[in-house]
T-cell receptor, first 114, second 117 residues
Framework: KAGVTQTPRYLIKTRGQQVTLSCSPI?????VSWYQQTPGQGLQFLFE???????NKGNFPGRFSGRQFSNSRSEMNVSTLELGDSALYLC?????????????FGPGTRLTVL | AQSVSQHNHHVILSEAASLELGCNYS??????LFWYVQYPGQHLQLLLK??????LVKGIKGFEAEFIKSKFSFNLRKPSVQWSDTAEYFC???????????????FGQGTTLQVKP
């Protein structure tokens, strides 16, 4: 099975712009979660989608949003970028079964805001 | 609020030394526990997980962890480390919500392990 894929892998934007990141989960996985990883704050949960609905949300401002499509692919959008949004954005997918809610991570998208 | 605390931020060991990385979590309900590893330049990979049953769980590459419910701990151990174990290690907790499984993981700050050859 192919793993979680994320595009693009690297992105450079300027303050005030917006950005959209994409994630394709492992085939058959319906749960997709997004995380922000920075040296200072570590790994922080952004949100989780399941069957096209946001199921959980972390403590990030409304500039961070996401959605999930019927094929479970997910996109994350950040509007009005700030310098502090520079980070590695990780996507994870999970089978969401009664036996396992293990999360499988993708390689991430490295976002640099100038 | 749920939280995860990893005791050691940076650990330096020589090859063949034993390893123990501490992890404590704050949550009173049912939890699922994980250790993830991030090798240099690679993405997060699952080392091991605890959902239920035997509190001593074994993972890949000779790692194991013990869940002690009374101490809210899930420490990672390896009897003899190798240079290839140099990586960053993350403890994570998934608090199962009443409505069912959730993909929300709360991570510790991570421990950087450096193994000297």
């Amino acid at each position: 099975k192919a793993g979680v894929t994320q595009t693009p892998r690297y992105l450079i934007k300027t303050r005030g712009q917006q950005v959209t990141l994409s994630c394709s989960p492992i085939s058959g996985h319906r749960s997709v979660s997004w995380y922000q990883q920075t040296p200072g704050q570590g790994l922080q949960f952004l949100f989780e989608y399941f069957s096209e609905t946001q199921r959980n949300k972390g403590n990030f401002p409304g500039r961070f949003s996401g959605r999930q499509f019927s094929n479970s692919r997910s996109e994350m959008n950040v509007s009005t970028l700030e310098l502090g949004d520079s980070a590695l954005y990780l996507c994870a997918s999970g089978p969401d079964s009664a036996l396992s809610n293990e999360q499988f991570f993708g390689p991430g998208t490295r976002l640099t805001v100038l | 609020a749920q939280s995860v605390s990893q005791h050691n931020h940076h650990v330096i060991l020589s090859e063949a030394a034993s390893l123990e990385l501490g992890c404590n979590y704050s949550y009173g309900g049912t939890v699922n526990l994980f250790w993830y590893v991030q090798y240099p330049g690679q993405h997060l990979q699952l080392l091991l997980k605890y959902f239920s049953g035997d509190p001593l769980v074994k993972g890949i590459k000779g790692f194991e962890a013990e869940f002690i419910k009374s101490k809210f701990s899930f420490n990672l151990r390896k009897p003899s480390v190798q240079w290839s174990d140099t990586a960053e290690y993350f403890c994570a907790v998934n608090a199962a919500q009443g409505s069912g499984n959730t993909g929300k993981l709360i991570f510790g700050q991570g421990t950087t392990l450096q193994v000297k050859p």
